[in-house]
């Protein structure tokens, strides 16, 4: 099973990055943005893992201790791919949610499970296969700088169904309180 840990996002954040699609989808000559109930910030992506596992990794991100707290949109940018490009939302710099990444990941690594080594770069991806007019950067793309709270996070598992991409949450584990 392929499984990631993830941010679900709700709201006013999936608003404004609804927004920010409209805007890209404008000026791309073309785009696959991701649907709303697909908008996420991942904090770990573990890949393929055996089922066996699924039990240990619960017990292990139940492990994760960390108190609410909230983020912000701050900016759009650009992943360059050679099949077309991927543009993003960023967020603003924030601590707890760098503990939380951290965390998640030392959790996940202490029961064996192999982590991408890349430094984390907090982003929720609007779209892909994104071909923009020449000129055209990710500053054509307006984001409302919109707060959002963060109470939770949650194992998911990615499959494919119909060539979409189908995300089932697994197990949430909440912030103390």
Aim: charged residues 20%; positive net charge.
């Amino acid at each position: 099973m392929r499984l990631f840990v993830a941010i679900e996002l709700l709201g006013t954040a999936i608003k404004a990055l609804q927004d920010a699609q409209e805007a890209l989808l404008r000026v791309a000559a073309h785009a696959r943005p991701t649907q709303a109930q697909h908008m996420h910030l991942t904090l770990a992506f573990l890949g393929e893992v055996a089922p066996t596992r699924l039990a240990s990794i619960k017990a292990a991100l139940d492990g994760v201790n960390f108190a609410p707290f909230s983020l912000a949109l701050e900016k759009t940018g650009i992943f360059r791919r050679s099949g077309g490009d991927v543009v993003w939302a960023g967020l603003e710099k924030n601590a707890a949610l760098a503990a939380l990444q951290a965390d998640v990941s030392r959790a996940l690594r202490g029961i064996g499970v192999t982590l991408e080594e890349r430094a984390f770069s907090p982003h929720i991806t609007l779209a892909r296969e994104v071909r923009l007019p020449p000129g055209v950067g990710a500053s054509s793309v307006p984001l409302a700088k919109t707060g959002f709270d963060v109470a939770a996070f949650t194992l998911m598992q990615s499959e494919r169904a119909a060539g979409a991409p189908v995300h089932t949450p697994l197990h949430a584990v909440s912030a103390a309180t």
